[in-house]
């Protein structure tokens, strides 16, 4: 059964995931399965500690989350545009930025981060640089291809930050997940 959700653009039908296959979407560039969102719920910090998606596109990905545990307080973070990109998380939940340049300072006090899919590894750069000391942050968690995990790796490796697991989770064989943790 598929959940609807007003977003930016009104009421906004999510697709209905599969347990055992990934579905592709139009609006969102990794697979998504219902294992996969259980997982990374799972592990994601709960309320009253804040999830930032940065580039969050048209916030599919982060509305199944938040269908799937309504207790998250998540927000998504994109470019500032005419019509907006996202369709589907809670405008109260939708922030925007100047430019592909631009930070979103709720970052610095979240306790974790999502990189989906991210374009420029010198904006994960920015972030780690100026908010990864954050006595708040506690996980980050970067999804894509990994072909292009090598030209992000590096970001990560100037902080203190420990990688806990990757390449592990019900992915597209070409796609991984890479999840950092500042606390024990």
Partial sequence: MA???????GQTTLPPLDNNNLIHHPDSCLGLSLPLIERIARILPHNPRTIVSIGSGTGLFEALLLQYEPE???????????PPVNKYIPERYAETVGGT?????LAENAAAWLFVYPRDPKLVAQYLERYA???SLEIVIWLGPREDWTVFEPCFKRTSMRA????????RPYEMMVIYRTKT
């Fill in 3 to 9: 959940a609807t959700l007003t977003g930016n653009t």
């Fill in 133 to 135: 000391d954050s006595r």
């Fill in 72 to 82: 998250l307080i998540l927000y998504g973070v994109e470019v500032k545009s005419d």
């Fill in 164 to 171: 806990e697991m990757s390449q592990d989770g019900p992915l």
């Fill in 101 to 105: 340049w631009d930070l979103c300072s």
